[in-house]
T-cell receptor, first 115, second 113 residues
Framework: ELKVEQNPLFLSMQEGKNYTIYCDYS?????LYWYRQDPGKSLESLFV?????AVKQEGRLMASLDTKARLSTLHITAAVHDLSATYFC???????????????FGKGTKLSVKP | DTAVSQTPKYLVTQMGNDKSIKCEQN?????MYWYKQDSKKFLKIMFS???????INETVPNRFSPKSPDKAHLNLHINSLELGDSAVYFC????????????FGPGTRLTVT
């Protein structure tokens, strides 16, 4: 069974600080997604990572993918309060015999940025 | 313009009832999905459907059934509702060509009493 593990699950940080969220998965996949969810809201796509070594940046967030290590990271630079949300990684298991698009989600990292 | 929409936004019902949640996408996507998010915020795929096949997560009870009247709609029917069905249900869609980046609807909060 494909497993997707995120850590930490809860993260409280001060504005201006840097931190990294980790996403490990248990089988080969070269398709990984990061989503953001605000309380009571839907999921917003942040990054789509499609190959080993892929790195994408948007504002204070940067995501990377190492398919050999089966690891993705979401790095937060100089956090601001507006980044407070829950962040999910999701893996496409299609090259594990799974169906393309039937994403397997991590449990989410609840980020709280305090002034 | 809303890309993926769901109705209703909130649904409160009693155990044993049958209910439906509707989903529509205006993105021209080929594949639609239903996800369940439980009280701990854990997201799990329930179904994916395009005009070629329906893929069902084996853990989904057969009380749940997706119905697609056309390519832009995928409705979720739930029979004999149970307390454990209380959750937020998200619809999503993606294109078949290229990586399946999924666009999510606003969610339907189902409460079974």
């Amino acid at each position: 069974e494909l497993k997707v593990e995120q850590n930490p699950l809860f993260l409280s940080m001060q504005e201006g600080k840097n931190y990294t969220i980790y996403c490990d998965y248990s089988t080969t996949s070269d398709r990984l997604y990061w989503y953001r969810q605000d309380p009571g809201k839907s999921l917003e796509s942040l990054f789509v990572l499609l190959s080993n070594g892929a790195v994408k940046q948007e504002g204070r967030l940067m995501a990377s993918l190492d398919t050999k290590a089966r690891l993705s990271t979401l790095h937060i630079t100089a956090a601001v309060h507006d980044l407070s949300a829950t962040y999910f990684c999701a893996v496409d298991p299609s090259n594990y015999g799974g169906s393309q698009g039937n994403l397997i989600f991590g449990k989410g990292t609840k980020l709280s940025v305090k002034p | 313009d809303t890309a993926v929409s769901q109705t209703p936004k909130y649904l409160v019902t009693q155990m044993g009832n049958d209910k439906s949640i509707k989903c529509e996408q205006n993105l021209g996507h080929d594949t639609m999905y239903w996800y369940k998010q439980d009280s701990k915020k854990f997201l799990k795929i329930m179904f994916s459907y395009n005009n070629k096949e329906l893929i069902i997560n084996e853990t989904v009870p057969n009380r749940f059934s997706p119905k697609s009247p056309d390519k832009a709609h995928l409705n979720l029917h739930i029979n004999s509702l149970e307390l454990g069905d209380s959750a937020v249900y998200f619809c999503a869609s993606s294109q078949d060509t290229g990586p399946p980046e999924q666009y999510f609807g606003p969610g339907t909060r189902l409460t079974v009493t």
